[in-house]
């Protein structure tokens, strides 16, 4: 492994981008000290809307370009996604298209890649939230996807019934588990209190627009409406220690894999 490539969706919120993006890849300078980082934004909206505020950022072809002219031929593609969706094949794209100049590039799993991943990533939510009281209920708001990896969202809530949580539900903007079906399981919990926290990276438009939001769409208003008290968790995914960590090891695992192929 001569470099490390960090790629993230990005968020035009640079408090949540400092306490999650920034922090896992401090994190992995501290854990690979003398191994090259770069950063790449697969967003070309946010790239251009950080540009606007002089923050300077590469997508995953420009900056596997630059690890290129740098004279770095071994590269390790850490991803931050969640699921292995529509951003997460674009990104195999961009580096199929980057191979050829590279002695070697391999390209990590998201968050969600499989049945002991689906179990860590709800344990660390589980450890992070603390006991989920009788008459509550933990709501994680995912992005979701019409692409296939969507699958990944219903998992995860059966990986926490796995551990013997019932109480925690899984929703997504933009996925098959949305507001409506996250109401109706609800409705057979019936809690008086639901706690909203994000299944993102980042606590960003999603988690202050679409989850906590005081508009009349978003999912604190209609849970309100249902009767529920509220309370939102505006933290990242990226917030998490522990979840950094499951990202992070996987460059230890490749690497170890690596030197004994």
């Known amino acids: 492994m001569d470099g490390i490539l960090i790629v993230c969706f990005g968020t035009t919120h640079l408090d949540s981008w400092e306490k999650t993006y920034g922090a896992i890849f ?12 770069y950063e790449a934004v697969t967003s070309g909206v ?18 596997l370009q630059r690890m290129g002219e740098a004279g770095i031929s071994r590269v390790l593609v850490l991803t931050t996604f969640v699921i292995a969706g529509i951003e997460y094949d ?23 890649d499989c049945p002991a991943g689906l179990e860590q990533a709800a344990k660390a939510v589980l450890s992070r939230q603390g006991k989920i009281r009788e008459d509550t209920a933990l709501v994680l708001l995912g992005h979701g996807t019409g692409h296939r990896g969507d699958f990944a969202y219903p998992a995860l809530e059966c990986a926490f019934r796995e551990l013997g949580e019932e109480r925690v539900l899984v929703g997504t903007v933009e996925g098959y588990l949305g507001l409506a079906s996250v109401r109706r ?36 208003t209609a849970l309100t409406r249902d009767g529920c008290q509220v309370d939102c968790i505006l933290e990242g995914l990226g917030e998490i220690p ?20």
Not at 26 to 37: C, L, N
Not at 191 to 219: C, I, Y
């Open 46 to 63: 946010i790239r251009k809307k950080l540009a606007e505020t002089g923050k300077k950022t590469w997508d995953v072809f420009s900056a």
């Open 26 to 37: 401090r994190d992995a300078r501290e854990k690979y000290p003398g191994v090259p980082i």
């Open 185 to 220: 399981r609800l409705t057979k919990l019936r809690p008086q209190k639901v706690l909203l926290r994000p299944f993102l990276f980042t606590a960003g438009d999603h988690a202050k627009n679409d989850m906590a939001g005081e508009g009349e769409e978003s999912w604190r």
């Open 242 to 261: 522990a979840i950094r960590k499951m990202f992070l090891d996987r460059i230890r695992a490749a690497a170890y894999n690596n030197s004994t192929g």
């Open 90 to 112: 674009r990104l195999l794209e961009d580096c199929r298209r980057a191979a050829p100049r590279f002695a070697a590039l391999s390209v990590l799993p998201p968050l969600l």
